[in-house]
């Protein structure tokens, strides 16, 4: 794609897109700070308290029942069960433990700025359909990709309003109310289609 989380202005989120206006105010960083944590348990990369217990728990009962077998040489069945047994709930305990050292240690080394999040709510933001920012010039600016991307989508919208609502069955519907509704959404996509058509030539896009 030509356009990408790479761009100044953009970053992606939740395999989505978005583009800062300039005119929020806001920088990248914050803005995508406050849409929210993307992913709370793995968003640094890390696996799962769940990932880190199960693995704990199959290293230490193979480690303890091993001990157990050959060094202790205990032969009992459930005298080695229980040693098995033993062994993987102190194996989860500790690896849910390192766990927790580990990323307390990364918390601290992140800046005081990105630790913080706004409190307001999300911040102007604008969604970049992907094939708007595969289309778009590597050169584009953010605010480029606000025009189109807003022009494209309420297009989209328009059009999907229009065939959705011609579908409907108005058989019980009293007649005008009927076609004052057809009548504003052909309006709306009309509108719409006029405003799309420049873009749609710049980006190559099939025409309305």
Known sequence: MSVDARHPSCFEF?????VVP??????????????????????????GPGRWATLGAVVGGSFLG?????????????????????????????????????REGTDDQVPAAD?????DGPLPVVEVPWDVARAAPEDSTGDELVLWSTLTSRYRDARE???????????FTDPREAGARIAEWES??????????????????PLP
């Open 14 to 18: 939740e395999a989505r897109l978005y």
């Open 22 to 47: 300039s005119w929020s105010g806001h920088g990248v960083a914050e803005t995508r700070r406050s849409l929210g944590p993307q992913m709370p348990e793995t968003g640094r990369g890390g696996a």
């Open 66 to 102: 091993g001990v157990a077998a050959t060094v202790w040489r205990v032969d009992g069945l459930w005298a080695l069960s229980l040693i098995v047994v033993l062994g993987a709930v102190v194996g989860a305990v500790l690896a849910i433990g390192t766990r927790t050292i580990f």
């Open 115 to 119: 630790a913080t999040s706004p409190s």
């Open 161 to 171: 309003a229009l065939v959705a609502g011609g579908g409907d069955d108005d058989r």
């Open 188 to 205: 709306a996509y009309r509108t719409a289609s006029q405003d799309y058509e420049p873009v749609a030539r710049l980006l190559g896009f």
